[in-house]
């Protein structure tokens, strides 16, 4: 069945770059469908997305430390091994997707709901809390009881338990939480994972998705200190889990 290509590319959306993005960080990227509306409800878009995702990143020297694909919104953790690689792997990413939804339902307009938004990540603990906050989003939604029943995020292959479709880059995961072997890694994750579900440690916190950047105080300040230059406020404030998060004054980005 052949449908118009003329409309398989005209209704695509290519996302813009994150304006506070700085080459070298790792990038919590969040994108939510326009309106919030439930684009991704069947599994074989959110399918085809993450193969596009795992193409991309590979196009672009980009390695992904975990991902989550839920029904209205998108999760990567990425850090790119040259300047623009997610900014370009995103509009690739992102721009594909968008015109093979469209093609596959016979639909026009736009897929995304404006720019992706990057959330700056500390390595060590900050990024163990940003994967672990990730792989639990469906279980907060209600949708499941545990990440291991939702195969649209890095859990099962953070755990060696994923044959196929793998996407992430473990030697990396294991290099920026400062975790020695694989086996560690994996006991440890085990536990933190379990440790927030039988604690009930699932409220939202919107830092991690809506901020500039995450981490100690120091790596707050210093990112704050690269965005003197432009012609906006910024607030560095405490999160309730001893962080530090760099705001944009008056921005709000939504509830992903």
């Known amino acids: 069945m052949k449908k118009s290509s003329n409309r398989f590319w005209?209704?695509?959306?290519m996302p813009r770059g994150n304006r506070f993005q700085q080459p070298g960080t790792i990038c919590h990227l969040t994108h939510r469908c326009h309106d919030g509306s439930f684009l991704f409800r069947f599994g074989c878009d959110r399918s085809k997305y993450r193969e596009l995702?795992?193409?991309a990143a590979k196009e672009f020297g980009v390695s992904l430390l975990n991902?989550?694909?839920?029904?209205s919104h998108t999760h990567d953790i990425a850090i790119e091994s040259w300047e623009c690689g997610i900014s370009r792997m995103m509009q690739k990413l992102e721009g594909e997707f968008a015109g093979f939804y469209n093609w596959r339902k016979d639909r026009r307009g736009a897929f995304w709901e404006d720019r992706y938004h990057c959330t700056m990540i500390e390595i060590g603990e900050h990024l163990w809390n940003c994967i672990q906050y990730?792989?639990?989003?469906?279980v907060r939604a209600g949708?499941?009881?545990h990440p291991s029943e939702?195969?649209?995020?890095?859990?099962?292959e953070l755990l060696g338990q994923k044959a196929h479709h793998?996407?992430?880059?473990?030697?990396?995961?294991?290099?920026?939480?400062?975790?020695?072997?694989?086996k560690s890694f994996r006991l440890e994750y085990m536990d933190r994972i379990q440790r927030a579900i039988s604690g009930n440690k699932l409220s939202r916190r919107g830092y991690w998705t809506e901020s500039i950047a995450v981490g100690g105080?120091?790596?707050?300040?210093?990112i704050e200190a690269t965005l003197h230059h432009r012609r906006r406020k910024y607030t560095i404030e405490e999160t309730e889990d001893g962080s530090w998060a760099v705001w944009e004054s008056g921005a709000a980005y939504g509830t992903p």
């Open 150 to 156: 939702w195969k649209w995020c890095g859990y099962l």
């Open 67 to 71: 991902y989550c694909i839920t029904s």
């Open 53 to 55: 995702l795992r193409q």
């Open 166 to 182: 793998r996407l992430l880059d473990i030697d990396r995961v294991l290099e920026l939480v400062g975790v020695p072997d694989i």
């Open 217 to 222: 105080k120091d790596f707050a300040t210093n």
């Open 10 to 13: 005209k209704d695509m959306l």
């Open 143 to 145: 949708v499941v009881a």
């Open 134 to 138: 990730i792989d639990l989003n469906m």
